[in-house]
């Protein structure tokens, strides 16, 4: 069998073990669309200055992608270093092509909670938020482009910051205050330009804006332009910033991992 | 030599200014099953995990089946088989699907279900990897490393855990594994009796050198502990009890009453040897 499909594989019996798992799928669950619905009723219904869309939906897109960023970027290597300390890790690399279907497997176990994810979150949205579907075929596009490039360019970094931090604990330390700090300067809670040049700039070089852009463009309608940056949605750049994320990471993540060391 | 499954030639290996291994010369023959023993400490582990090929920044000559194990590939890889100590890895798995995954990765792998029924996990097989017992989790990593039928076998400590009829059981497999396919293993043990039981050959491995190599017998003889000599009368510690027997049965003109003769054990020569060594180590570090 060869190593995608083997990955593929990989991923699903993986996700389907944690799913079984009831405190597991309950604190995934609870963990985010949870957080989602606290933070909607918090902003209210107020309009979006300039725009007429509410916050709460102007929000939700970032939302989304803030979810797919931490998945990546916490809960990726947050589950590899808790298969480092196992020896998950260790037994892949006794199998040929053991690592490549490893991070297969852990690349599709991510995007499967991912979609899971978005899921229950726009089923919460759709009545609590006032979203709406992408309106057009387009749009929909849209949603499943910047979805899966955006979480291709989180994965591959996520499995190497767990390659790379001594456990789990370790990386939950390490990655929480940056990512915290990067979604309040990436405008996936509120407009950026209510931020600095130099901060908006600095924004910009992350995947997670890009993300929140794509998002927005597929669900909200043209008229919030406004808030935007530039008053446009530039997907051209979104797909190659995200893109470039992505394939940097894929090559750099095999390599690293096939040095770790540790069992 | 085709023939000659591992080949290892001067091999040293440092952590920082601590040399683990000081010049290691093994060969191992396709189908041998070899052990090595050694304290802890005395670098087996190293010197395992080189030939697996997880480690690099040694030096010397070290070729497993043919190949560099710090360069080679997946279809080498493929040809390896690897238990190692303690494991606790896909806890959330059910046993049978982490075997049937893990056969997927080769060519031409065991049938998962006869396998489980050879070690004796057929019971187990829908259980999660994580509630197995001891035993049961040492039987399924040995499935899982014999599962891609490999050419070289390693080993460590592979039957902790596992009650006698268990070990009866893996020891009649490891053999037939040996005998029958041709398979090379190369095992990691404290346990001499098992060493013993299995093995063609037994290197000793103190302080990053081997020290002797050889059948258990040869192991024996080389450290030459002393043998007990008892008899009616008295008893007396030799390395030369058949010299000693001689010398009884001409004192007594005839059979001499309530003789006894009993060679080292492998524990006690091996005990012997370890201390002996360790007093070279000790004298030659005080001059």
Known sequence: ?????????????????????????????????????VLVLFIGDDNVPGAPVSMAAFMTPGFLAFAVFSTGLMGLPMLIAADREEGTLMRARTLPRGIRVYLTGRAVSTLLTIALNAALVLLVAVPLAGVTAPATPARWFTLAWVLVLGTLAVVPLGAMIGSLVSGPKAA??????????????SGVMFPLEALPGLVRGIAQFFPLYWQGLG????????????????????????????GAWAVGGMVLAPWLLRRVRGR | ??????????????????????????DLRRGEVFTLLGPNGAGKTTLVEILEGFRTGWSGEVEVLGENPARAGDAWRARLGVVMQSWRDHPRWRARDLLAHVA?????????????????????????????????????????GIVGRPDVLFLDEPTTGFDPEA??????????????????????????????????????????RVVTCGSPAELARAVQAPSLVR?????????????VAWDLHRRYGGPVPGLEIRRPTLEESYLDLIDETRETATVGGTR
């Open chain 1, 1 to 37: 069998m060869n190593a995608t499909t083997l990955g593929l594989r990989r991923g699903w019996t993986e996700q389907l073990n944690l799913w079984s798992d009831r405190k597991e799928l309950l604190n995934a669950l609870v963990g985010t669309v949870g957080t989602y619905v």
């Open chain 1, 172 to 185: 939950a330390a390490m990655l929480a205050l940056p990512s915290m700090l990067l979604m309040l300067v």
């Open chain 1, 215 to 242: 998002l927005r463009a597929a669900f909200l309608p043209d008229s919030v332009l406004a808030t935007e940056l530039g008053h446009s949605w530039p997907l051209g750049r979104a797909a190659a910033v995200l």
């Open chain 2, 1 to 26: 030599m085709h023939d000659v499954v591992i080949r290892v030639r001067g091999l040293r290996m440092a952590y920082g200014p601590i040399q683990v291994l000081k010049g290691v010369d093994l």
């Open chain 2, 104 to 144: 997927a990765h080769y060519e031409k792998p065991r049938d998962v279900d006869e396998l489980l029924a050879t070690l004796g996990l057929t019971e187990a097989a829908r259980n999660r990897v994580g509630v197995l017992s001891g035993g049961q989790r040492r039987r399924l990593d040995v499935a899982l």
């Open chain 2, 167 to 208: 070990r009866r059981e893996f020891h009649l497999l490891i053999e037939r594994l040996a005998g029958d396919e041709g398979l090379t293993v190369l095992l990691t043990t404290h346990d001499l009796a098992e060493a013993e039981r299995l093995s063609g050959r037994i290197a000793v491995l103190v302080a990053g």
């Open chain 2, 231 to 243: 008899w009616e009368d008295g008893e007396l510690e030799t390395a030369d009890p058949s010299g």
